[in-house]
């Protein structure tokens, strides 16, 4: 046991209080739905109550119940802020949750495990929108998603279409040359696997970029560091050895920003209201339908989208096009292919950011 | 010269042109310039302005520096890599930066352009081994004490790894004088001219040590036939961390860039009565 050694130790209790403190933080953030004010007396005389009983080693009862007041004020007034709340897949640090925080600086962004879990957030209200991805340049379709999209309710509130620039990530201190393996989910280290080769780097597959940055940052492994995303090196503290390792420049993720139909049409202005409203006109559409299995039946559909060049794939047909759901031809345009497809909707119109 | 399998003279006489982000040595004249070492993103985003505005072609800025107290400033490693990276995205000015551990190599690859292999490490056969397989240019300091054959076949070892893009650099040698730092060998300009394919650099900030004899020795380069130069340019001279003496100012830069295009036509000339 040295300083050195301890002090390592200290700043991995440091990383987990600083993650148990966000969560603890989220899961107040979420109760709001089930709950009529942010205050609840009786809940927090509890909360007291069970800290005071297990307080009995170092960290005494005077500390603790004054640290767990200041912890659950802040919690209060965290709910009181009326954030928007959007879900993502992932740990925090996720592609998804800096796609998320450029749609929305100001929304708050909650971690879901599963894509299938976003969706019913968003449905149950528990989240105001859900981000997903949907496409990457490299990847192609995300698969579990769009099995989703093609039944979901919900709508398309947004897009995002981001480059995916993949960064090397190490504990502050970690000296470069002594590093031996790379963490990460599969899907990146095949991306940056030249680097990786390069380097003379083992990489270790890892269910989630951001998990892994995460858990380089709470346990320090030796000659170990991650490839997540930049926003995942600020979050958790951690060095950037290199940025951009990815062997493709061409590495870029679309997401969809999904809300609930009747949440949509609240935020949506009366058509012909000025510029700088709060929900302006969208630009691009996306919809979903079936075809009939009869020749001809496909083709049918998509030559009502003949002017609005598009890519079409019992197939449930995706199609974007560019164009605005108050256009008096893009309105002609869907109700006739509403007549000829089967199950046919539009799933959002909304305007596409590129970062 | 025996034995020198991969750099000796071609049949053919052609000679090696290394390319670097759209530049060509071996070809026309490349300056290199910039400080001893990355001081500071501050410190090296100005001076790579400034020798680019004085018609620099590439970048030189030391991370890693062999220096010769244990004690002396040993530049900023990592960190020195990125402010070089951000300098390349600011100026379009490839990197030239030293490696001087064999661990780094791979590493210094990820920001650098071309790897610099100092006078100190010349003979260092483990790092020119790993050199050679970096897959980037090799710039090759000659050794204080090194004969050319040494000096060539230290480049053999980059060429056997099967990288053919070496630059061979003169540096000074080491003699009995003391007013000069080194002393600059400009005989061995044509001598690398008539035994290898290899294109040769004269650096005359190490090369003399002697702020006042930069500019002389810079032209005699090129009469002597060298394909560029590598000059220390600092932003602030008498700030500078390491090698005070022998870093010009931007502005003697810029006038010594003028004098070399001047020479440079004169040679030309030359050039053109001996093929009349």
């Given at each position: 046991m040295n300083l050195e050694s301890l002090r390592r130790d200290i700043d991995r209790i440091d990383a987990r209080i600083l993650s148990l403190l966000d969560e603890r933080l989220e899961k107040g953030l979420l109760t709001r739905r089930h709950k009529s004010g942010a205050l609840d007396a009786g809940r927090e005389a509890e909360v007291l109550e069970r800290v005071a009983a297990r307080s009995r080693c170092l960290a005494g009862e005077g500390f603790t119940a004054a640290l767990y007041r200041r912890i659950m004020d802040e919690s209060k007034a965290i709910q009181d802020r009326g954030l928007a709340l959007i879900g993502f897949q992932g740990m925090h640090g996720a592609y998804g949750e800096a796609a998320a925080r450029a749609w929305s600086p100001e929304a708050a962004t909650m971690p879901f495990g599963e894509f299938s879990q976003v969706f019913d957030a968003v449905l149950a209200g528990d989240v105001d929108y859900g981000i997903v991805p949907v496409e990457n340049t490299?990847?192609?379709?995300?698969?579990?998603?769009n099995s989703i999209l093609v039944t979901t309710e919900l709508r398309v509130a947004g897009a995002v279409d981001m480059a995916v620039s993949h960064c090397l990530l190490a504990a502050p201190g970690t000296d470069h040359r002594e590093l031996r393996s790379v963490y990460s989910h599969g899907q990146a280290l095949a991306q940056c696997r030249r680097f990786i080769e390069r380097n003379g780097l083992e990489g270790v597959d890892w269910f989630d970029t951001a998990g892994a940055a995460r858990m380089i940052a709470e346990e320090r492994p030796k000659g170990a560091a991650a490839i997540a995303s930049r926003f995942a090196a600020?979050?958790?503290?951690?060095e950037i050895i290199k940025d951009g390792i990815q062997d493709s420049?061409?590495?870029?993720?679309?997401?969809f920003v999904l809300a609930r139909a009747d949440r949509?049409?609240?935020?949506?202005?009366?058509?012909?209201s000025a510029a700088g409203d709060a929900c302006p006109a969208g630009d691009k559409c996306s919809a979903v339908f079936f075809a009939d299995d009869k020749a001809g039946a496909l083709f049918a559909v998509l030559e009502v989208f003949a002017e609005v060049p598009t890519e079409p794939g019992d197939y449930a047909i995706f199609i974007d096009f560019a164009g605005s759901d108050r256009d008096e031809a893009v309105i002609r345009a869907l109700d006739r292919a509403g007549a000829l497809a089967r199950d046919f909707r539009l799933l959002g119109c909304y305007a596409e950011r590129r970062l | 010269m025996k034995d020198l399998k991969l750099t000796g003279v071609r049949p053919d006489g052609a000679r090696t042109v290394v390319e670097v982000g759209g530049i060509r040595i071996g070809e026309g004249f490349t300056v290199i310039a910039g400080p001893c070492a990355v001081e500071s993103e501050d410190q090296l985003l100005r001076t790579a302005v400034a020798v680019k505005e004085a018609g620099a072609t590439m970048l030189r800025g030391g991370a890693f520096k062999p220096r010769t107290s244990p004690y002396a400033f040993q530049g900023l490693g990592l960190k020195g890599l990125k402010?070089?990276?951000?300098a390349r995205r600011e100026t379009?000015?490839?990197?030239?930066?030293?490696?001087?551990d064999t661990r780094d190599v791979s590493w210094v690859g990820e920001y650098a352009d071309v790897l610099q292999i100092g006078a100190r490490n010349m003979q260092n056969f483990s790092l020119l081994r790993e050199a050679g397989k970096s897959g980037r240019p090799i710039l090759l300091k000659r050794g204080m004490y090194s004969t050319l054959e040494e000096w060539l076949n230290c480049a053999e070892y980059i060429l056997a790894e099967g990288n053919p893009d070496v630059i061979l650099c003169e540096r000074g040698i080491r003699s009995f004088e003391t007013y000069t730092r080194n002393t600059l060998d400009l005989s061995i300009v044509p001598s690398v001219k008539a035994t290898s394919h290899l294109p040769i650099l004269v650096d005359p900030s190490h090369g003399t040590g002697v702020l006042g004899l930069i500019e002389p020795m810079s032209l005699a380069a090129v009469a002597a036939g060298a394909d560029g130069l590598e000059i220390e340019?600092?932003?602030?001279?008498?700030?500078?961390?390491?090698?005070?003496a022998q870093q010009l100012s931007p502005e003697?830069?810029?006038?010594?860039?003028?004098?070399?295009?001047?020479?440079?036509?004169?040679?030309?000339?030359?050039?053109e009565e001996d093929r009349r």
């Open positions: 490299l990847g192609g379709v995300v698969g579990q998603v600020e979050l958790y503290g951690l420049p061409n590495n870029r993720t679309r997401f949509l049409r609240d935020r949506v202005a009366p058509a012909g | 402010i070089l990276d951000k379009g000015l490839p990197i030239v930066t030293e490696v001087i340019v600092h932003i602030d001279p008498p700030a500078a961390l390491s090698d005070k003697a830069f810029a006038r010594l860039m003028r004098k070399i295009a001047t020479m440079r036509r004169t040679m030309d000339e030359l050039a």
